[in-house]
C-alpha cells in the first residue's frame, strides 16, 4: 500500500492549545495536501503545499513539508471547540498525477472547551 | 452553489441485488474519483476518472464498476454486492493541475 500515514492517530487537547499533527508518505509526490473531515461526513480540503515549497499558512493553519525526510506537519494554532474533527493527509505523486491522490488514516482532533 | 452531489446518502441492499450510487459534480471539473472509507482503514480509492470515457482503476477496484459518459457524472455501479462492501463511499471531484478535492456528503451502503 502507498498510503501515508498520520501521526498521534488521536490527539485531544484544551480551547486555545495548538494541535500538531504529522504525516509520513513513501514515495515522491507532486504535493502534499490535508483535509478536515466532522463526523461521518464529506471531507473538506484545508491546504495544499507543493513539494518545492517548505511551509505555507493558511488562517489558523500552518503546513510545512520536509522531502528529504518524507514527512509533513499541520499545525492549528488557538484551536476551537469546532476544530474538533479528523484530519487527513493526502498525497499526489510525482508526476503531476492528481487524479491519484491517496490518503492516510487520519488523526482524530477532539478540542475540549 | 458548487458542490457534488451522491445518492442515495444512506442504502442498504442485499447480497447480489446490482445497484448503483450516482454522483454529480456542477463546477466543470476533469477528474473524478470514488473512494471508500472503512474503519483503521483510511479512504482508499477505487477508481478515477481523468475526463469523460478516460477511467482507470485506484488501489481497491475488485467488485466495483464506473463509466463517464458526461463530464458531470460519474456513477459507481455493484453488479453483484457483498457483505465486504458494506462502508462509506465518497465521490470527490478536482479540476486538473494541482488543486483541492472536493467531496460529496457520502453513502453510507449495507449489503445483507
Known amino acids: 500500500s502507498q498510503q501515508g500515514e498520520e501521526d498521534p492517530q488521536a490527539l485531544s487537547i484544551q480551547e486555545g492549545e495548538n494541535a500538531t499533527m504529522n504525516c509520513s508518505y513513501k514515495?515522491?509526490?507532486?504535493?502534499l495536501q490535508w483535509y478536515r473531515q466532522n463526523s461521518g461526513r464529506g471531507l473538506v480540503h484545508l491546504i495544499l503545499?507543493?513539494?518545492?515549497?517548505r511551509e505555507k499558512h493558511s488562517g489558523r493553519l500552518r503546513v510545512t513539508l520536509d522531502t528529504s525526510k518524507k514527512s509533513s506537519s499541520l499545525l492549528i494554532t488557538a484551536s476551537r471547540a469546532a476544530d474538533t474533527a479528523s484530519y487527513f493527509c493526502a498525497q499526489s505523486p510525482g508526476g503531476g498525477s492528481n487524479y491519484k491522490l491517496t490518503f492516510g488514516k487520519g488523526t482524530l482532533l477532539t478540542v475540549n472547551p | 452553489e458548487a458542490q457534488v452531489t451522491q445518492n442515495p446518502r444512506y442504502l442498504i441492499t442485499v447480497t447480489g441485488k446490482k445497484l448503483t450510487v450516482t454522483c454529480s459534480q456542477n463546477?466543470?471539473?476533469?477528474?473524478m474519483s470514488w473512494y471508500r472509507q472503512d474503519p483503521g482503514l483510511g479512504l482508499r480509492q477505487i477508481y478515477y476518472?481523468?475526463?469523460?470515457?478516460?477511467?482507470d482503476k485506484g488501489d481497491v477496484p475488485e467488485g466495483y464498476k464506473v463509466s463517464r459518459k458526461e463530464k458531470r457524472n460519474f456513477p459507481l455501479i455493484l453488479e453483484s454486492p457483498s457483505p465486504n462492501q458494506t462502508s462509506l463511499y465518497f465521490c470527490?471531484?478536482?479540476?486538473?493541475?494541482?488543486?483541492?478535492?472536493?467531496f460529496g456528503s457520502g453513502t453510507r451502503l449495507t449489503v445483507v
Open positions: 463546477m466543470n471539473h476533469e477528474y
Open positions: 514515495t515522491s509526490i507532486n504535493n
Open positions: 470527490a471531484s478536482s479540476p486538473p493541475g494541482e488543486d483541492g478535492y472536493t
Open positions: 476518472s481523468m475526463n469523460v470515457e478516460v477511467t
Open positions: 503545499i507543493r513539494s518545492n515549497e
